[in-house]
């Protein structure tokens, strides 16, 4: 029998005898890879902490003990030591487990997450309710070093080090973010391991160990037997956590049961705020994630054996990301005023592609939307054209950046939002159904949607001629696979397209919904004897008044289709136009999100079920068009 089929929860985990647990992690290992190898999913951080998460659940009394997991994406072995091996096929399938930790999925899972650098303020706060509310428990946050590079997990050090409450934080370090990590932070934690800030200390070790209370001779025992194999392995004082206000223990090696045992049994006697540091590799185990651990941090299926991509017997329409990189580029060879900016994720927003031609001219801020923005407006208010690209979903966290210190000013900040609408597998924390929202209500800005890649890249094109802030949304995944014009071509502010022409009703579609309204409209006018008029309502502000008043005018029905939510949306926009003028003939019908949050599922699937692909266009149209 194997070991996992013995483990319904962690208290069997914690009868297993130590040397057992190097089989038990072997187990959990195949079993994410193979669930990831099929369905995708976040695969080298999870395979990363394998001997960590089980060396948590082993010594801590979990869930009376609380792990609160970063990103959440890590959390793999995590769902699987806690009841869900059995279900741990159906991950990230319509109705099947979240990628992400979920309260409503397990009470072990302590905070929902998915935006990272989370942790710490959530367990801080987990840890001040525990205290108030009387109740015994260990408060454990797990956060990688990338994580660690943004301003809340910053915050939330500041303010735990200076409360002195029971609060434990893993530092899961890596090196890596997606890519490889960046900043001061990064750099200082890797002095940290190549010996620098070890070496310097090493020698009163044993003196500092010692002197810290309930820890004493065996724990310099296993310090000793953890240097031998393990570069540097110390309690050093003078780091910066210490001066903070946190204990400070480790580098020590991640993916040895032995030493992590220990050191979590140690310091469960420990009071006040600790940092423990702890080395693991991305990727571990699985030959080609170690090998490439940011082609394996988030993937689709692929196959085990050689980690490649099932071959697709078609060429793809290129992504739109793809065509952001390349105009990006194209336009930074045109105009030595454009930079590129990214937090985090070169390779997802595509800015690395300027990078291998403008390197100097492309920064990456790290886990850092807010201060990736600010710094945006200070390049702009300096004669610079930044270009911020950052996936819809994370541009949230920097919505006052947004507002105070690019709008205010109306800075010339081109807000590049990849990812936008449905995202799919990764769920609600991922999906970017809020930006028409969120931005539509700012002064100053505009924002523009495009209906396919080659839009877009006339869309990017056309942000250089506006003096002010844009935000351009665009879908995660390929294009449609349409011509791409050689020529960028500006789209003058504000102007709307008529597709299609049709007497009985008009279609004011958004982007993603442009395509599949004029599938909608053809069936309509061949099957059901109805014309719509198609309009691609490209910019979501500013509105084409003169357009939208005569489709209001001669048209009794208005069809508004938006892949965002209906609240503050595009559709809300055009019925403040109507409000504010008086222009009441039409009756108008919207499409979009509903008012609670879209469960994960595939694009298609949820697109469906929102009725924003072809078939709910149509339905919708016939439903009230008489
Ligand atoms: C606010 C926010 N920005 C960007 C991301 C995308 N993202 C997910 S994981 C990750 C890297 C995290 O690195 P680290 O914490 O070191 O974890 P690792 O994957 O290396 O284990 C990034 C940038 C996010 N989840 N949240």
Not at 65 to 73: I, K, N, P, Q, T
Not at 159 to 171: C, E, K, N, Y
Not at 321 to 331: E, H, I, P, Q, Y
Not at 476 to 501: Q, T, Y
Request: proline letters at 5%; charged letters at 20%; hydrophobic letters at 40%.
């Amino acid at each position: 029998m194997k070991l996992l089929e013995k483990i319904q929860d962690p208290a069997d985990l914690r009868v297993l005898r130590i040397e057992d647990l190097p089989h038990l992690a072997a187990e959990i290992r195949s079993l994410i890879i193979e669930t990831v190898a099929r369905n995708g999913g976040h695969l080298a951080s999870s395979l990363g902490v394998v001997e960590l998460t089980i060396a948590l659940h082993y010594v801590f009394s979990t869930p009376r003990d609380l792990l609160v997991w970063d990103v959440g994406h890590q959390a793999y072995a995590h769902k699987i030591l806690t009841g869900r091996a059995q279900r741990f096929a159906t991950l990230r399938q319509a109705g099947g487990l979240s990628g992400f930790p979920k309260r409503d999925e397990s009470e072990y899972d302590t905070f929902d997450v998915g935006h990272s650098s989370t942790s710490i303020s959530a367990a801080l706060g987990m840890a001040l309710a525990a205290e108030q509310l009387k109740k015994r428990q260990r408060t454990i946050a797990i956060i990688g070093d990338g994580s660690m590079t943004a301003g809340l997990a910053f915050e939330a050090l500041n303010h735990a080090g200076s409360l002195d409450r029971d609060l434990i934080v893993v530092l899961n370090d890596n090196e890596m973010s997606i890519s490889p990590n960046v900043g001061a932070m990064s750099a200082y934690l890797n002095r940290i391991l190549t010996g620098s800030t070890v070496n310097r200390l090493r020698h009163d070790v044993k003196s500092v160990l010692t002197n810290i209370p309930r820890v004493g001779e065996s724990f310099f025992k296993m310090v000793k037997r953890a240097e031998e194999s393990f570069k540097g392995f110390v309690i050093p004082d003078g780091t910066v956590f210490e001066d903070l206000g946190f204990q400070y223990v480790g580098p020590m090696p991640g993916h040895d049961f032995v030493t992590l045992i220990e050191t979590f049994e140690n310091i469960n006697h420990l009071d006040g705020p600790i940092l423990l540091h702890v080395v693991t590799k991305k990727g571990k185990g699985y030959g080609p994630a170690e090998v490439d651990p940011a082609l394996f941090h988030g993937v689709g299926p692929f196959e085990v054996a050689s980690g490649r991509k099932p071959d697709s017997p078609e060429k793809s329409p290129p992504s739109y990301t793809f065509v952001f990189g390349r105009t990006l580029t194209a336009l930074a060879a045109q105009d030595e005023r454009v930079v590129g900016i990214t937090a985090a994720m070169p390779a997802g927003t595509g800015v690395e592609m300027m990078a291998e031609k403008f390197p100097d001219r492309v920064y990456d801020v790290g886990i850092a939307e807010q201060h990736g923005v600010t710094m945006a407006a200070g390049m702009a208010s300096r004669g610079l054209r930044p270009f911020v690209a950052i996936y819809s979903t994370f541009m949230q966290r920097a919505f006052d950046q947004v507002l105070h210190d690019v709008a205010l000013q109306n800075l010339p900040v081109t807000l590049c939002l990849d990812r936008a609408g449905v995202v799919g597998e990764d769920g609600p924390t991922h999906h970017g159904t809020f930006d028409l929202s969120y931005l539509r209500m700012i002064p100053n800005m505009t924002i523009m949607a495009p209906k396919d890649e080659n839009e877009l890249q006339h869309m990017l094109f056309t942000t250089l001629k506006i003096d002010g802030p844009v935000a351009i949304r665009y879908p995660r995944g390929n294009g449609l696979g349409v011509a791409m014009e050689k020529e960028f071509k500006e789209l003058p502010r504000g102007s709307w397209e008529v597709l299609r022409p049709g007497r009985d009703a008009v279609i004011l579609a958004v982007g993603s919904c442009v395509a599949p309204a004029l599938v909608a409209a053809g069936q309509l006018a061949s099957e059901d004897g109805v014309e719509c008029q198609v309009v691609n309502c490209r910019y979501v502000k500013p509105f084409d008044e003169e357009l939208l008043r005569t489709c209001l005018k001669e048209y009794k029905w208005v069809f508004i289709f938006e892949e965002n939510v209906v609240a503050g949306g595009f559709g809300g926009g055009v019925l403040e136009f109507m409000a504010a003028r008086n222009l009441w003939s039409a009756r108008v019908v919207i499409t979009g999100l509903p008012d609670r949050f879209v469960p994960h599922g595939t694009p298609a699937q949820l697109r469906h079920d929102l009725g924003l692909d072809s078939v709910g266009i149509r339905k919708k149209v016939l439903e009230y068009y008489q």
